[in-house]
């Protein structure tokens, strides 16, 4: 029985994945726009950051919490299965058995536990009644995503755009998800 709904939940689960990819891409060409194309970024965050908005998304559009619990679940493992296999894997040739296997692992540890801090600020931003975006989300992002620290000058000059950005993104999964 349990075959079926795994089956079931694969086509959620690429459309989830898509989605990441189409949002990391977005926020690539956000960044090239406001001028940060050529600062280097950590790729890595920017995907959790984008797996944890569908993920997100997804669980407040679905009534059965322990069912998209699940569909969250494959979605992640096929977000880490993706990263090792053809980035890790086929991109960079990487071919010992043990580097891959500590790739994976810190894959899998950072995106669980960016699922659990990206969640606290959000829920610090949508507990301001006066916040007009998700400032505290946003500049959490922005903190992990460059490689080289951003100064607070160049911080301000981002979080507007990204969070109107990150905004959208919500709305429109929470509308894709519906």
Not at 121 to 129: A, E, G, L, N
Request: aromatic share 10%.
């Amino acid at each position: 029985m349990d075959k079926p709904n795994r089956l079931d939940e694969k086509p959620e689960r690429e459309q989830m994945k898509s989605l990441s990819f189409g949002m990391v891409s977005a926020l690539s060409r956000q960044l090239a726009d406001q001028g940060f194309g050529q600062q280097p970024i950590d790729i890595v965050e920017a995907l959790v950051f984008a797996m944890f908005i569908v993920a997100d998304t997804y669980s407040l559009t679905k009534a059965e919490k322990d069912k998209a619990i699940e569909v969250i679940n494959g979605f992640y493992d096929d977000m880490q299965n993706h990263f090792i296999q053809k980035i890790i894997i086929r991109d960079h040739q990487i071919t010992d058995a043990a580097e891959i296997q500590a790739v994976s692992d810190k894959f899998y540890d950072l995106s669980r536990a960016r699922f659990a801090q990206y969640g606290e600020k959000f829920k610090q931003d949508i507990s301001d009644p006066m916040a007009l975006s998700c400032p505290t989300t946003v500049s959490y992002l922005l903190d992990n995503l460059f490689i080289q620290p951003l100064n607070n000058e160049e911080k301000l000059q981002l979080l507007g755009a990204v969070s109107d950005q990150v905004l959208s993104f919500w709305t429109g999964c929470v509308q894709n998800f519906k």
